[in-house]
């Protein structure tokens, strides 16, 4: 099995099979809603670079749910009012992601509950699961993502979508700080530039999990599932 490991690609020794186990894993997608991917001006917190990696989600959604991987999708939604934002505690990227990239006209209308801004751009299928009480930088605050994984018997999660260096990262701290195995696919994530995406995936290579190409992760799960499959039909 290969991974990046602070940014080289390497062939890893044993003892990670369960970083691969696809009867353990669980794909965890981010926030890939019209409040990050909308190409409008009113967009509330634009992230332009991960509207590429929309249709390779999907395609490597579609052949981990034919592996019978689960995927569960994750986006922020606030109350109307903005009694868990901008009318109550603020949050902290509100006040300091501008100081980057400059005034967000929209910024308060992001993630409201009801809005066009919650609405997914990647594609969710029947047998998904949703958790959309995401409120903070962590898909693990305040939702009940663990309570989900945990039901669902997962040991391993799978992420993908962005911010790399915001969400994301704080996705595999929070997954590791409860003892999941994590896995961030780098060609499925995108950061707030080419620096801090590769920063990012730096720390999680060396802290918190392993760095893969979802092409060699598919491969590493059809190695298992498919001959499996093959024998339950010839018996």
Known sequence: MQAYVYGKCRVLPDGFDLYADPGKSAIVSIDMHQGHLADTPDCPCPAPRAREIVAPIDIFHDEARRLGIPVVHVRTVLRKGGVDDVNGLRSAWRQVFPLYVGDIPNADSHAIEGSRWTEFETRVEPGDQIVQTKKRLSVFYPTDLDFLLRNMGIR??????????????????????????????RDLVRGTNDEMEDAALKMVSIHMGLVMDSADLLAEWAAQVEPRAFDAVTG
């Open 156 to 185: 391993t999660v799978v992420l993908n979508g962005g911010f790399t260096d915001c969400c994301v990262l704080n996705a595999a701290f929070d997954a590791s700080n409860r003892d999941y195995r994590v896995v961030v696919l």
